[in-house]
C-alpha cells in the first residue's frame, strides 16, 4: 500500500509598493501520526523558490531520519509544487 503526502509549493502574487512580490509557501497537506507528533510547522512562506525546495529537502530527510520508518519519503517537483511522497517500508 503506498500513502502519499503533498508537500505543496504553492505561489501567489502580491503587489507591494510599485512592482510585484511573489511568495512561495510550503505546506504538508497531509500529516500522517509522526508529522503531526514532531512539531514540525504545516505552513512556511519563502520569497523564493530556491529556499523553499532547500526547506521541502530538508523535511524530507528529517522525516526520514527521526520518524518510525514505516515509511519513507521522497521529494518530487511538478512545476511550482514540490510533492514529497510517502511510500511504506
Given at each position: 500500500m503506498i500513502c502519499t503526502i503533498f508537500l505543496i509549493l504553492n505561489h501567489y502574487t502580491a503587489k507591494k509598493h510599485q512592482?510585484?512580490?511573489i511568495m512561495f509557501n510550503v505546506r504538508i497537506e497531509k500529516?500522517?501520526?509522526?508529522?503531526?507528533?514532531?512539531?514540525?510547522?504545516?505552513?512556511?512562506a519563502f520569497d523564493n523558490?530556491?529556499?523553499a525546495l532547500v526547506e521541502a529537502?530538508?523535511?524530507a530527510d528529517e522525516m526520514n531520519e527521526t520518524f518510525?520508518?514505516?515509511h519513507r519519503f521522497t521529494v518530487i517537483e511538478e512545476g511550482n509544487?514540490?510533492?514529497?511522497?510517502?511510500?511504506m517500508n
Open positions: 512592482g510585484e512580490l500529516e500522517c501520526g509522526c508529522f503531526k507528533r514532531s512539531g514540525m510547522p504545516t505552513v512556511k523558490k530556491d529556499d529537502n530538508d523535511w518510525c520508518r514505516k509544487d514540490l510533492l514529497i511522497t510517502m511510500a
